[in-house]
């Protein structure tokens, strides 16, 4: 398998696919900053729920465990959908689940998180499941990207505090989704990600950089 997916096998990318790859690593950054703002919210959310227990989730920890795993990750067997810092999908129903128990049914929050991890570990070790579970595969993916987008968007609409900043983050992802399937000059350099960003970077500076400029004048 490492002779087939692995750098030291296939061999080095090029100077050229690393840079038309530096757009998506801006927008896979965006997002993994995305997941720990996320998590943050949800932890919130369920210390509110549950004063009788404070969940401590250290971010800093956080950065270095998934530093290292992809790394490794990367090296030997990169597969980009398990290089994020969280399981947002996950995260959520571990939260709602901990936020609806009473202290007599589930008493921490790391018992819920913990069962779902071991019980997905141990599941995914055994054949038989794997086979049962393998055709709904695709509705697993769309439910947690239904989940996190929800979550994300819920989430940037909040954060925004202009009707600007908001419409800015509409188009930036209308125009991501549209690069999808329009293919501008053939290039990887013109790739959704990239086009995003432009357009997110072209409409702050025309409108929202302008206008912060002009506000200060008067």
């Known amino acids: 398998m ?3 997916v692995s750098v030291f ?3 080095w990318p090029s100077a050229t696919l690393i840079g038309a790859g530096v757009a998506v690593a801006i ?5 993994a900053f995305g997941d720990i703002i996320v998590l943050k919210a949800l932890i919130k959310q369920a210390d509110e729920a549950r004063p009788d227990e404070k969940v401590i989730v250290h971010i800093g920890r956080n950065h270095i465990i998934t530093g290292w795993r992809n790394l ?3 090296l030997f067997l990169p ?3 398990l290089l994020g810092p969280q399981w947002t999908g996950g995260q959520a129903l571990v939260v709602q689940r901990y936020m609806h128990a009473t202290p007599e049914q589930e008493y921490t929050y790391w018992g819920g998180a913990t069962s779902m991890f071991w019980g997905m570990s141990i599941a995914l070790l055994i054949n038989p499941i794997v086979q049962i579970m393998l055709p709904a595969k695709n509705i697993g993916f769309g439910l947690t990207l239904l989940i996190q987008g929800y979550l994300c968007s819920y989430l940037a609409m909040e954060m925004c505090e202009t009707n600007v900043q908001r419409a800015i983050a509409g188009i ?6 549209m690069a999808n399937y329009v293919k501008l000059w053939g ?3 013109f790739s959704a990600p990239a086009m995003g960003l432009v357009v997110g ?3 702050y500076l025309s409108l929202e950089y302008e206008g912060k400029g002009k506000a200060k004048k008067k």
């Open 79 to 81: 597969y980009l959908p």
């Open 187 to 189: 290039s990887p350099f």
């Open 27 to 31: 927008v896979a950054y965006i997002i």
């Open 172 to 177: 930036m992802a209308g125009a991501l989704i």
């Open 201 to 203: 970077i072209i409409l």
């Open 2 to 4: 490492i002779d087939e």
């Open 72 to 74: 490794f990750q990367g």
């Open 9 to 11: 096998g296939v061999g």
